[in-house]
C-alpha cells in the first residue's frame, strides 16, 4: 500500500466490544470506519450515528459488495467467525477477530487457509499481549536477564452471574464453543503464552460448581511449556473478587500482573530473588508507558497492513491459546490424561469442537 492509504475498515456485530474496536480505528490516523452491519438493522444504524459511520447494513454479504472494505472487524459471537472471515477473505478483506477465534481448530485451520489464499492476513483479538510493560517483559524473559522461568500460576478468577448466562448463546456447546475457559481464561493463558512460548503438555478438569449452564463455570490445568516451566492455571466464573494475574517465577526474580480487564504499569512487579538485588534496576520498566487496549493491538495490525510486514508479535500465533484451552477440553474428555501437541494435531474429536464431560458439583 501506498504511503498515503488510508485502511477502509468494516465491523460487523455491534455488542458491546464492537465500542472499544470503533474507538480504536478512531484513534489511527489512517484508518475510516466506513461500515457497520448487525442482524439487527435498528442496531446497526444505532450505531452508526453513536461513531459517526456512514453505512449501516443488516447482513455482512451485502456490506462487503457494496463497501469493498480493506479490513474486516469481527465482534460477533464465535459460531459465525469462520464464515464470516471466509466471506471477507473471499472479497479481499483482511480480518481481525475477536477471541476466540473460532469454536474448534478445525475451522479455525479453514480460517487460516482461506487467509493464506487469499493473501490477506487474519489477527485475533488478544489485547492483554499489548502494553509496554508486557512488551518489556518478554523481552527480559526471551534475553535471559532474568535467567530460566521455572514455574508459574496463571489465574482468571472472574464472576458472571445468573443474567449474564440468561443471554441465548451464553452456556451451550453448540453456540459459545465452551465455558469460561474459552470465553475468559484464554486471555491470560494467551499472554502467559505470549511470556513463555510454545506449549509441551497440558492436563486439565472442567467443573460445574453453581451455574446454570452445560459448559463448565471452573477449570483446572497444567501446562508445561517447552523451555520446561510447569504453570498451574485456574479459570473461573464464580470469583466475587474478581482478579486476573500471573505469577512467573525465574532463576533470578519473580514476575507478577495483577489487574482484571487491563493492565499498566502499576499492575506489574519484578522482585529479585536474594543476591540479585544489584540486578534489579536493570529490569526497571521503561519511564513511557502504555496501557494494554485495542488501541495499541489494532494499531499495530494496521501499520503492519500498511507496510506490508508480517503481523506483529502481538497479533501473531493466533492457533497458540486455542490450542491450549483445546488441550485442557480433551484432557477433561480424557479423564485429566495429558496431551501433547502432537495428539492434539490428530485428534479424533477436540479438533471439531470442545464439548467435554463436566464434573457437576453442585449442591
Known amino acids: 500500500m501506498t504511503s498515503n492509504t488510508t485502511l477502509r475498515v468494516a465491523l460487523v456485530g455491534t455488542g458491546a466490544v464492537a465500542t472499544a474496536h470503533a474507538r480504536a480505528v478512531a484513534a489511527y490516523p489512517r484508518a475510516e470506519l466506513a461500515a457497520?452491519?448487525?442482524?439487527?438493522?435498528?442496531?446497526?444504524e444505532e450505531f452508526a450515528d453513536r461513531y459517526g459511520i456512514r453505512a449501516a447494513y443488516s447482513g455482512l454479504d451485502e456490506m462487503l459488495a457494496v463497501e469493498h472494505p480493506d479490513v474486516v472487524l469481527i465482534c460477533?459471537?464465535?459460531?459465525?467467525?469462520?464464515?464470516q472471515s471466509l466471506a471477507a477473505f473471499a472479497a479481499g478483506a483482511h480480518v481481525v477477530v475477536e477471541k476466540p477465534p473460532a469454536p474448534s481448530l478445525r475451522e479455525l485451520d479453514e480460517m487460516r487457509a482461506a487467509a493464506a489464499a487469499a493473501g490477506r492476513q487474519l489477527a485475533v483479538v488478544f489485547q492483554q499481549r499489548t502494553g509496554t510493560?508486557?512488551?518489556h517483559v518478554r523481552g527480559l524473559l526471551q534475553s535471559g536477564a532474568l535467567g530460566r522461568p521455572l514455574v508459574a500460576v496463571c489465574q482468571t478468577l472472574w464472576f458472571r452471574d445468573a443474567d449474564y448466562f440468561a443471554v441465548p448463546w451464553r452456556g451451550k456447546w453448540a453456540t459459545e464453543g465452551g465455558g469460561t475457559t474459552l470465553g475468559h481464561g484464554i486471555h491470560q493463558i494467551d499472554l502467559l503464552a505470549h511470556l513463555l512460548g510454545d506449549w509441551s503438555s497440558v492436563q486439565g478438569r472442567l467443573w460445574r460448581l453453581d451455574r446454570e449452564t452445560e459448559t463448565e463455570d471452573v477449570s483446572t490445568a497444567t501446562i508445561v511449556f517447552e523451555q520446561g516451566v510447569v504453570a498451574q492455571v485456574v479459570t473461573s466464573a464464580v470469583s466475587p473478587r474478581e482478579t486476573s494475574s500471573i505469577r512467573i517465577d525465574t532463576q533470578k526474580a519473580t514476575i507478577t500482573v495483577d489487574h482484571v480487564y487491563g493492565h499498566g504499569h502499576e499492575n506489574w512487579r519484578i522482585t529479585p530473588a536474594p543476591g540479585f538485588e544489584a540486578e534489579a534496576p536493570e529490569w526497571a520498566l521503561p519511564d513511557a508507558e502504555e496501557r494494554s487496549d485495542h488501541e495499541p493491538l489494532l494499531r499495530d495490525v494496521f501499520d503492519s497492513l500498511l507496510s506490508g510486514e508480517p503481523l506483529p508479535p502481538t497479533a501473531d500465533a493466533p492457533a497458540r491459546s486455542l490450542e491450549i484451552v483445546a488441550a485442557i477440553y480433551a484432557s477433561a474428555a480424557a479423564g485429566g490424561a495429558e496431551?501433547?501437541?502432537?495428539a492434539l494435531a490428530a485428534h479424533p474429536t477436540h479438533r471439531d469442537g470442545f464439548e467435554s464431560p463436566v464434573a457437576d458439583l453442585r449442591r
Open 339 to 342: 496431551v501433547t501437541p502432537e
Open 133 to 135: 510493560a508486557a512488551a
Open 36 to 44: 457497520v452491519a448487525d442482524l439487527s438493522r435498528e442496531k446497526a
Open 76 to 83: 460477533t459471537p464465535p459460531a459465525p467467525h469462520r464464515e
